[in-house]
C-alpha cells in the first residue's frame, strides 16, 4: 500500500532531520493510515512529532517547517503545516508526547492514545470499519467537521470495536434511542446530554460523539433500516443526482408557492470549522429577526461556496458564504397587533398607553390586557433583512464581512444567479430527501 | 311618575282577575321601577304573576294572556308575556311564591328575592344606582344580556349597595383585579373562577356578576380609572359616533392591509340570549378552523343585525347573522410542513411514511422527527371557509340555517353590501377604541 510506504519515508524523515538539528522528537503515524482503516477521500496522512512533556512545541514546528519547504500554515488549538507529499495531502502537527491521556495539554495530545488504543485492538475488523465508513458517507453522515455534524472515522472504528461487524452496528442502531450510551470500557465517568454518548476509552471524561447532531444520528439510523430491509451498493454509492435545470428550478419553486430569499457575502478567510459555526450563528439569527417581526421560516440552509465555481467577476478568494431561508410569506399588513399589560397593572398600562398616543387601532382590552393595533415597521421580509442584517448577532469573522456588504435575493431573482454551487445547493434543498424507512 | 301609576294599574288588574277566575295568583312589580332605580332603556316593567308554591303556572300564564290579548309568547326557562301596555313595554312572568330563596325552582324565582333585598336597604341611593347604571350605559358595559356580558340592574344596585355611592364604587373598580370578592352578607359558600364574584345576598351560593366577562370588568375600570382623573359628562352621554362613509372605510381597510372576512346568513328565530352563544361559538370554530389550516385570526366579531334595516330582498324575518374575521394573510403558499413521529418511534414513523408515499419534498429529519412537505388543502381562506362552513362545530340553531347556505364576503366585496347596520358594525370594528386609562 502506497501510502503506507510514503507514511514510514516521512516518518524516518522526521528522525533524521530531528537528530541532525538536535531537537527531542518523535514522528508518530496516527489516523486512519496508521491502521489499515483508511478510505480514499478521508484526510490522507496525519503525522504527530511528538515533543517532550517539558519540550517546546514551537521546535516541532520548526522541523515541520525545514521538512516540508513548500506548505500551508495552519491553525486549530496551535499551529501546524499541511503539504502534499508524493500527491497525498500530510498534515504535520506538532503535539507533546504524554504518558497518561489523562494529563493532555490541547485535543491533538489525545490522537496519540486513540491511535493506539484502535490499533491494538483492530485487527481483523478493518473491513468492517470501510464499509461502515462508506456507508456513512454514502448516506451523508460520515464526518465530524461542524458542517456535517457526522461520525468521526475514530467514533467509526469504536462502534465497529463494540458491535463487532458493520451489520452488527446496523441492527444494534436500527433501535437507538436519543441519549444512547456506548461505553466500551465501562468506566463512565460523566453524564453527557448527547443524543449520542460514545465514552471514549483514553479519556473517561470525553464523550467522542459530542460533534454527532441528533439529526445525523438518526440520518444514520433511518439509512440503517432500510438497508437491512433491502440492502443495496446504492447506500455506498449512491447515484450521483443532478442539480435541476434552470427551468426546472423555476417551476419547482412556483409549485410551491414560498418565497426563497438568498443572502450572500464573501467568505471570511478562516478553516470551515470556524465558518460553519458562524454561519449557523447567523442563521439563526436572521430566523429569530423574521420571526420577532411576524414572518415565519419553514426552512433554511447555509453554505460555503467556493469562489472559483462561482459566476461572480472578480472572484472572491475565499468564497461566497451563503444563506437561504423558505418563508410562508414575504408581505404582511401594515398593521400588528401589540399586546400591553393586563389592565390591573396600572403603572405599566400607563407607560403602555403614554407610548402609544396615537394608535391605528385601539386601545382595546383582550383576555384583560391592553391591546393597540399599531404600524409595523417592515412590511416585507426583504425591507426587514435590507434594514436589519447588519445590527442582528453574528459570528466575529462573519460580522466584519457582513459590515463590507452583503446581497440578497429574492424570489425569481435568485434563479438570474446561474453558478453551479448554487443551484446544486438549490436542489438539495427543493429535494430535501432523505433514506428514511 | 308614569311608568309606577301604570305599573299600580295593572298590578290591580291582576288582582281582579284573579279573583274572578278563581286562580291563586299574586302581582307582583319587580326589576328597576319597584324601586325607583329605573333608567330610560331599561326593560320597562317587570311582573311577576307568583303562584303558590305548589300551584300550576300554567294558570298565571293563562291569566297573563286574557290580561294582554295582544302579546307576544316569549321563553327563556318557562314561558312568559311579552306586551305593550300604555306605551311600555311589560313583561308577564309566571313564578312560584316561596318562602326561602334556596328553595327556587327556575332562575324567575329568585327574582322577588332580590327585588325585596334591594327595595328594603336602597332607599337614599336610588340617585347613585342610577347614576352608576348611566355611566355604565356610557362606556358600553350595563346589561348582563350574553351579548354584551356586562353588569345587570341587580348587580349595579348591590355595588352601591356595597360602596354607598357611585363615586365609591369608582374608586374601588380602580384597584379591583381578578377574582375580585364582594360579599354583602359575609356568608360566600362557593368559591367561583369568575373575574369579579358578587355574593347573592338572597342566594349565597350564586355569582351575580357569573355573566360578567374579563373584558367587560376592565372596560369599566378602565372608564372608572379616566373618570377619576377628570370626570366629564361625555362618559354618561357619549356622543354618537357616525359610522365612516363607504369611502373612508375603504381608506381604512386598504391602509391596515389585512384581509377582512365577512359570513352572513340568515338568524334563527330565537331569542338574543339564545343566539349570542351560539354565534359565539361558531366564531370560535371559525378561529380554531383557520388556525388549523395555518390562517392567523387577528380580531373577529358577531352580530345581529335587524332583517328590516338591512339593504337585502327579499327581508329576512330574523334578521342576518354575521361574523366578521379579520386576517394576517389571505393566501398562503401551497405546500405545508407535515411533521411525523420521532425516528425512533418505529411502528408509527412506519405508517407515517406509508401515508406519505409521495410527498413535494422529504421525508428528511427535523429535530429528530421525520418531516414531509406536502399539498396544502386550502391555500386561500375563502376555499377553506367556503368548503368547510358546513362542517364545524356550530350551535343548534345556527347548524341548521347554515345548512340552508351562507354568503361568504371577502375584502372589497363586503364593501359593496350598503346597509346601515353592516357600516356601523365595520366602523366599530376598525376603530376599535375603547376608554381606557
Not at 225 to 240: A, D, N, T, Y
Not at 316 to 330: I, K, Q, S, T, Y
Not at 391 to 407: E, F, M, P, T
Amino acid at each position: 500500500m502506497r501510502l503506507r510506504c510514503v507514511a514510514e519515508d516521512i516518518l524516518s524523515q522526521v528522525e533524521e532531520m530531528a537528530e541532525r538539528e538536535g531537537v527531542s522528537c518523535q514522528g508518530l503515524l496516527v489516523g486512519s493510515a496508521a491502521r489499515n482503516t483508511w478510505l480514499a477521500g478521508d484526510h490522507d496522512l496525519d503525522i504527530f512529532l511528538a515533543v517532550p512533556e517539558e519540550g517546546d512545541l514551537g521546535e516541532a514546528l520548526r522541523l515541520a517547517r525545514k521538512l516540508a519547504p513548500i506548505h500551508q500554515e495552519k491553525y486549530a488549538e496551535h499551529a501546524y503545516i499541511r503539504t502534499i507529499i508524493d500527491g497525498f495531502e500530510v498534515d504535520l502537527v506538532p503535539c507533546y508526547a504524554l504518558k497518561d491521556a489523562s494529563r493532555i495539554k490541547s485535543a491533538v495530545d489525545r490522537t496519540p492514545f486513540h491511535s493506539r488504543y484502535v490499533a491494538e485492538r483492530i485487527q481483523g475488523l478493518e473491513d468492517q470499519v470501510l464499509l461502515l465508513k462508506q456507508f456513512m458517507k454514502g448516506v451523508g453522515v460520515y464526518g465530524s467537521e461542524l458542517r456535517v455534524g457526522g461520525f468521526s472515522g475514530y467514533l467509526v472504528e469504536l462502534l465497529v470495536l463494540n458491535y463487532r461487524s458493520f451489520l452488527g452496528t446496523l441492527e444494534a442502531a436500527d433501535l437507538w434511542c436519543p441519549g444512547q450510551i456506548i461505553d466500551l470500557e465501562s468506566h463512565s465517568l460523566v453524564t453527557h446530554q448527547d443524543p449520542l454518548i460514545v465514552v471514549d476509552p483514553v479519556d473517561p471524561k470525553r464523550n467522542v460523539a459530542a460533534a454527532l447532531t441528533l439529526d445525523k444520528m438518526f440520518r444514520f439510523v433511518a439509512a440503517a433500516r432500510c438497508f437491512l430491509r433491502s440492502p443495496g451498493e446504492e447506500f455506498f454509492f449512491p447515484p450521483k443526482r443532478s442539480a435541476f435545470s434552470g427551468e426546472d428550478l423555476r417551476s419547482k419553486i412556483m409549485r410551491r408557492g414560498t418565497s426563497l430569499m438568498l443572502v450572500e457575502f464573501p467568505a471570511p478567510d478562516v478553516v470551515e470549522d470556524v465558518l460553519f459555526p458562524q454561519l449557523r450563528k447567523a442563521e439563526e439569527s436572521v430566523r429569530t429577526l423574521m420571526m420577532r417581526n411576524g414572518f415565519s421560516v419553514m426552512r433554511s440552509e447555509v453554505a460555503w461556496h467556493d469562489g472559483s465555481k462561482v459566476n461572480d467577476l472578480p472572484p472572491r478568494a475565499n468564497g461566497l458564504a451563503r444563506m437561504l431561508f423558505e418563508l410562508d410569506v414575504w408581505q404582511l399588513p401594515r398593521i400588528q397587533k401589540h399586546f400591553g399589560p393586563p389592565l390591573w397593572e396600572r403603572e405599566h398600562l400607563s407607560r403602555f398607553l403614554e407610548s402609544h398616543p396615537e394608535p391605528i387601532s385601539g386601545p382595546y382590552i383582550e383576555d384583560g390586557r391592553a391591546v393597540v393595533e399599531i404600524s409595523r415597521k417592515y412590511t416585507t421580509a426583504r425591507e426587514l433583512l435590507m434594514e436589519e442584517m447588519g445590527r442582528i448577532s453574528l459570528g466575529k469573522h462573519l460580522a466584519a464581512q457582513v459590515r463590507n456588504g452583503y446581497n440578497i435575493y429574492v424570489g425569481e431573482e435568485i434563479l438570474s444567479l446561474e453558478d453551479k454551487p448554487l443551484r446544486a445547493f438549490l436542489s438539495e434543498f427543493l429535494e430535501a430527501r432523505g433514506v428514511i424507512c
